[in-house]
């Protein structure tokens, strides 16, 4: 049987109105299961703990990101399958795996497959997509508290980044990286799913560029972007910097990040169904 | 991040392949089974089965062994490519050089031994104008 984790506030609060049409759906498909309406942020990993160790086979997140992200804290690295029906404002491992609907959601989880994926973990927190290290100043000036011109900072650190074969250690004034288990952009010649198993994380660092001793007049020049991949990255910073998983504030740095091997099993379209539609 | 801001980033990525941006000071291995650029400053071993782009503002200290190389900024070090060498106008190349082919542009300088790997009758081109120091 399954267990729907259900979240009203997603997609700032829209998500209410589609709750009978997801339940007739999946009653029509045959797999409608145990559906938990949620109240608070957080609960969706209580009861997807409690749901586990009860035998629960498949948890659906009904929602974003957020609640996929509190699933798959108790579910990673367990025999339980992840079911997704995307309503949140972003769904961006749905989008990933091909799921760009609540409609494809419910049939994927009737006629699909499960397939394993790699994760990321940081702080002992797991994450689908991605994690980003960035200056905190840049929310305050997206909220307009500060003025724009002081807003732009740029922090030193110093990144260690290794792998099987490399080691590498970096340093740099950056504004912002961002660390994901799926090369940034997906290259049009690789299947997803093939970079979403590859072992791998990847690095994209937006960093300030260095005068050109070369150049006399030099001209004002944007962020410089470096692209990286490894196992495990290591970020330490003079001044701490916010650090988010999937969205959400797991703490500042000093930061390590890896990956777990196939840590997700996710329900996912049958390729043909997915290349079709 | 905002979706925004996220979008913004990825519009200025070219290809997702190993890059050392500008502002980037790198030591250690960089291995890559594909296309590895270097616009920054770089000490150690690069190892690549695609392509190495070392960028007018690139400063590696290092052995290169690539498929093909393009040098426009300044190399310290071995280079050693299966196929071929471009050394630009603002290339400098201070080590021991391989390849089958090797290309100066007028004003890119190459200082060292190349050795050049013989050639298949197909694959011999004119070769462009050159210097070294």
Redesign the interface.
């Known amino acids: 049987m399954n267990l729907y984790l259900f979240n009203p506030e997603a997609n700032r609060g829209k998500a209410k109105k589609l709750k009978k049409k997801i339940i007739c759906y999946l009653e029509s498909l045959g797999i409608m299961g145990e559906f938990v309406e949620l109240k608070k942020i957080g609960e969706a990993t209580e009861i997807t703990k409690e749901a586990i160790k009860d035998g629960m086979g498949t948890v659906v997140a009904v929602g974003g990101d957020g609640i996929v992200n509190e699933i798959i804290q108790e579910i990673a690295e367990t025999d339980a399958q992840l079911g997704i029906i995307p309503i949140g404002e972003?769904n961006l491992l749905a989008s990933i795996l091909g799921i760009d609907n609540w409609k494809i959601g419910c049939e994927t989880l009737a006629k699909g497959m499960t397939t394993e994926i790699d994760l990321g973990i940081v702080s002992d927190r797991y994450f689908t997509s991605?994690v980003?290290v960035?200056n905190e100043l840049?929310q305050e000036k997206?909220l307009g508290v500060i003025p724009f011109r002081k807003a732009k900072k740029y922090y030193p650190v110093s990144i260690a980044i290794s792998s099987d074969?490399?080691?590498?250690?970096?340093?740099?004034?950056i504004s912002?990286i961002?660390v994901s288990t799926i090369?940034?952009?997906?290259?049009a010649d690789?299947d997803v799913f093939d970079a979403l198993t590859d072992n791998k994380i990847?690095i994209?660092?937006?960093?300030?560029?260095?005068a050109?001793p070369r150049k006399k007049k030099q001209r004002k020049s944007?962020?410089?972007?470096?692209?990286?991949?490894g196992n495990v990255i290591s970020i330490k910073s003079k001044s701490s910097i916010l650090v988010?998983a999937d969205?959400e504030a797991c703490g500042e740095t000093p930061i390590d990040i890896g990956i777990a091997p196939k840590g997700l099993k996710v329900i996912v379209p049958k390729k043909e169904e997915s290349e079709n539609s | 991040?905002?979706?925004l801001?996220?979008r913004e980033?990825?519009a200025?990525?070219s290809?997702?392949?190993?890059?050392?941006?500008?502002?980037?000071?790198?030591?250690?291995?960089?291995?890559?089974k594909h296309n590895i650029q270097i616009?920054?400053?770089f000490s150690?071993e690069v190892v690549a089965e695609g392509d190495v782009i070392i960028g007018?503002?690139g400063d590696v200290n290092a052995p290169i062994s690539a498929k093909n190389a393009t040098i426009a900024g300044t190399v310290n070090g071995d280079i050693n490519v299966v196929n071929e060498l471009d050394i630009l106008s603002s290339g400098k190349v201070s080590g021991n050089i391989s390849a089958k082919i090797l290309s100066i542009k007028p004003g890119g300088v190459f200082s060292g031994k190349s050795t050049m790997h013989a050639q298949t009758e197909d694959q011999k081109i004119v070769r462009p104008t050159y210097e070294t120091e």
């Open positions: 972003t991605s980003e960035e840049e997206i074969s490399t080691k590498l250690k970096m340093q740099t004034n912002s961002m090369p940034i952009p997906l290259p690789l990847h994209l660092i937006k960093s300030k560029p260095l050109n944007g962020d410089e972007l470096s692209q990286l991949e988010k969205g | 991040m905002p979706i801001k996220r980033i990825l200025q990525v290809v997702a392949e190993t890059t050392v941006g500008t502002g980037v000071t790198l030591s250690g291995k960089l291995e890559a616009n920054g400053t150690g007018q503002n």
